[in-house]
């Protein structure tokens, strides 16, 4: 896969998705068009928006641990390389590459459509995940606010929620997280995969930098919101070595607890993590690889339900003790009383408004 790097972007290229019958290349016609494409800046954001008729997806998948997740963007940009939710763009007719993180589409009617979802008199509440699939505090939520405006749905509803994000930003909303928090409804999971600041600017180039992220959780902390960390993704040989420090720090902050997930790679994820690392890591790149390989019973990528989360063989359960043991020694391996109500929902009206009677 030809490489080339954007500043502020994490994919190499743009390679076609998996469900196109054509694909391009760039070729030199002899008109310098080649060096005119090289002169090229870094593609800039297009927000496209996203007609779907619901706002709440279903999963029966058994090794996670909801059953419904609300995603009001498509595509991420946030630009982590190793996002396992990069193939979906497929089934947009684009790119696992740098459509992903530039061509975004944003459910404006969000909050609209949950409110109606919620109201339906057959509805039945369990916990709602934010963050599932891509970052529900990605830059775009600065301007748009649509995270917010379903949380404030969420709240009025008194449904139970759980965010992912490895965005500081989740703080701006800590007046709704706390009074959600009051009553039980919420916890935040902020995910750090690495303490090294030049390597995260590479991986995850517009991602809040690590320390922000830690500053969030202490922020969470402090106002009672029940707040962990999550160590992902692990990558072998490149952040794996961080695992017990992450953990230390994630304590110091206040974290109540902290869980890992070992590096996914489906589909298009492979070639660009591959060519990520030879623009990147070159001299690490095949030693990566191959402790991937270990942990995927020789391939990059085990899709199988339980397998997928924390890998197999020797290398993976190295990095699982590890884990554990890091836990009891800072206090984050106590079970976490992070049990949602769903006792108090009362289904929000339809349209909004307060009923007369």
């Not at 595509?75 to 696992?96: D, F």
């Not at 009074?179 to 690495?194: E, N, Q």
């Not at 030049?198 to 969470?220: F, G, H, I, K, N």
């Not at 997928?308 to 043991?325: C, V």
Request: aromatic fraction near 6%; glycine fraction near 8%; proline fraction near 8%.
């Amino acid at each position: 896969m030809p490489a080339r790097i954007h500043k502020g972007r994490g994919a190499p290229a743009n390679p076609a998705g998996r469900f196109e019958r054509q694909e391009h290349e760039a070729a030199d016609d002899g008109w310098g068009s080649l060096e005119l494409l090289a002169e090229d800046p870094s593609p800039r954001t297009e927000v496209l928006p996203d007609a779907s008729r619901t706002v709440i997806a279903r999963n029966d998948s058994p090794d996670i641990g909801f059953d419904r997740s609300i995603n009001p963007y498509r595509g991420c940009e946030h630009g982590c390389i190793y996002c396992y939710a990069r193939p979906s763009h497929g089934y947009l007719g684009l790119s696992a590459g740098l459509d992903f993180e530039t061509r975004i589409f944003a459910k404006h009617d969000a909050a609209a459509l949950l409110r109606q979802e919620l109201a339906k008199p057959g509805y039945r509440p369990a916990t709602m995940a934010l963050g599932t699939n891509t970052d529900p505090y990605q830059p775009l939520e600065k301007r748009l606010v649509l995270t917010r405006g379903i949380l404030e749905v969420l709240l009025e509803a008194r449904h139970p929620f759980a965010i992912t994000t490895k965005s500081a930003s989740v703080v701006r909303d800590l007046d709704i997280l706390t009074a959600a928090a009051r009553h039980g409804l919420c916890r935040v999971d902020i995910s750090v995969t690495t303490l090294d600041p030049a390597l995260a600017r590479l991986m995850e180039p517009r991602a809040s930098t690590p320390a922000r992220r830690l500053d969030a959780v202490r922020q969470l902390a402090a106002a009672g919101v029940p707040v962990g960390v999550n160590v992902a993704p692990v990558i072998p040989g490149l952040t794996d070595h961080e695992i017990e420090r992450i953990l230390e720090t994630a304590a110091g902050a206040g974290a109540g607890g902290a869980g890992w997930i070992l590096l996914r790679l489906p589909y298009e994820v492979k070639e660009l993590f591959e060519a990520w690392l030879a623009g990147h890591r070159p001299l690490r790149a095949r030693h990566v690889l191959s402790l991937v390989r270990q942990c995927r019973e020789g391939r990059l990528n085990d899709p199988g339900f339980g397998s997928r989360m924390r890998g197999s063989g020797p290398i993976a359960a190295l990095i699982r003790q590890r884990f554990e043991r890091a836990l009891a020694r800072h206090g984050l391996d106590r079970p976490r009383r992070w049990s949602l109500r769903t006792d108090l929902f009362r289904p929000p009206s339809p349209s909004g408004q307060l009923s007369l009677f």
